[in-house]
């Protein structure tokens, strides 16, 4: 059975920085690509940071420069470090296989980025 449990959000003033993990099981990790997804209120879900197995990252453009994804393939763990964090950062974020597994979404870690 495919998990992913993410954990590290909460509360954050904006400039701030928060460090999130996320732990798989049911998948070979190793060769997977692996991501980072948000999705705020009233909005769709989107695709924040991506890992490929052979470590290339890529990330959305507002996101660029302040965030940044990594992988431990002896842990099957993706971690998301965030800095300079926005209010429109708010959302509560979910870690997947990239494209992701329909099945797979866990529950997710709230980010809140306000004064």
């Known amino acids: 059975q495919v998990q992913f449990v993410e954990s590290g959000g909460g509360l954050v003033q904006p400039g701030g920085s928060l460090r999130l993990s996320c732990a798989a099981s049911g998948i070979i990790f190793r060769i997977k690509a692996m991501a980072w997804y948000r999705q705020a209120q009233g909005k769709q879900r989107e695709l924040v940071a991506a890992?490929?197995?052979?470590?290339?990252?890529n990330y959305a453009d507002s996101v660029k420069g302040r965030f940044a994804i990594s992988r431990d393939n002896a842990k099957n763990t993706v971690a998301l470090q965030m800095n300079s964090l926005k209010p429109e950062d708010t959302a509560v974020y979910y870690c997947n296989t990239n494209p992701p597994y329909g099945s797979g979404w866990g529950q997710g870690t709230q980010v809140t980025v306000s004064s």
């Open positions: 890992i490929s197995s052979g470590l290339s990252t």
